[in-house]
């Protein structure tokens, strides 16, 4: 039993890492991006190359993978996000979503459609077992430095946003974009850094998710619903809302798998729904955006 929590409390935390940014873009740039998925595939894909065809360790491809997409992230937005802020959220989501289409056909086209994967390092593999019988907690080496990693990150991630002077500048922005930039905040730089933060976590993410997801084209697609669930269900105010739900979502799909394995990801859903119906607008909310 314990051992199921560890899984889904690992599980969790990936996805918090993979869905943190399309929270900032949507709570906090209203913008919705459903081509979130495409930046951290190409994450996971460079990390497979690098490793694979270049021999980068893989803890070198971790902040590779940041920095990357993170550029891609602020290339993109710069030239093709930023003149659709202005735009109905419909045009945001069929712009969005035909990019991440768009994604998968040119990875299926140049990579291959095969699924990928990695060898983790070795101090990374194996597993440790504490207690006996239904106390035994069983922590996988690789899903324990998961669990490290994406907690220094929310730790981070929320000093940013709120003890920073980037972090005022940002929510000055989001508020009033018209009064920040008359107090001398360039709006445009700071979307700009926010965007590229957001892509290049999801980038991260899909580096640290070769391993437990696995990658092949089809990824942006296959976890889109994860991400917009997360997003969703754990609102968009602060960082809190999207761990807390990304946590709930973990440990509802590593134990609903487990325990009821012909139900699917019913658990999920049916998780979703009944906190949706409690608090239709997430767990934590926050009104503001461009």
């Excluded at 101090?123 to 019988?133: A, M, N, T, V, Y």
Aim: charged share 10%; proline share 3%.
């Amino acid at each position: 039993m314990l051992t199921i929590l560890f899984d889904g409390i690992a599980y969790g935390m990936l996805l918090f890492v993979l869905a943190v940014g399309l929270a900032v873009t949507l709570g906090l740039m209203n913008f919705i991006n459903l081509a979130h998925g495409a930046f951290a595939m190409v994450g996971g894909y460079l990390t497979v190359l690098a490793m694979q065809h270049l021999g980068v360790p893989f803890l070198a491809c971790l902040p590779l993978a940041f920095v990357a997409t993170a550029l891609l992230g602020a290339v993109l937005e710069r030239t093709i996000y930023r003149p659709m802020y202005g735009k109905s959220h419909l045009d945001q989501v069929l712009f969005s979503i035909g990019l991440a289409f768009m994604s998968v056909a040119a990875i299926d086209y140049f990579v291959g459609s095969s699924q990928q994967n990695i060898q983790i390092p070795e101090f990374l593999r194996g597993r440790s077992e504490i207690g006996e019988g239904h106390f035994l907690l069983g922590m996988g080496h690789y899903r324990l430095f998961i669990i490290a990693v994406c907690a220094v990150l929310a730790v981070g991630l929320q000093l940013l946003l709120t003890r920073t002077r980037f972090g005022s500048r940002l929510r000055a922005s989001v508020d009033d974009p018209r009064v920040a930039s008359g107090m001398g905040i360039n709006v445009n730089v700071v979307f700009l850094l926010t965007f590229a933060m957001g892509s290049g976590l999801a980038g991260l993410g899909g580096a640290l998710g070769v391993e437990v997801l696995g990658m092949d084209p089809t990824f942006p697609l296959k976890y889109m619903i994860y991400f917009l669930i997360v997003v969703s269900v754990g609102g968009t105010s602060s960082i809190t809302g999207p761990l807390l739900a990304a946590l709930l979502l973990g440990i509802a799909d590593v134990a609903g798998k487990y325990f009821i394995p012909k139900m699917g990801a019913f658990t999920v859903y049916l998780l979703m729904i009944v906190i949706l119906m409690w608090r239709p607008q997430g767990l934590f909310t926050r009104k503001g955006g461009r």
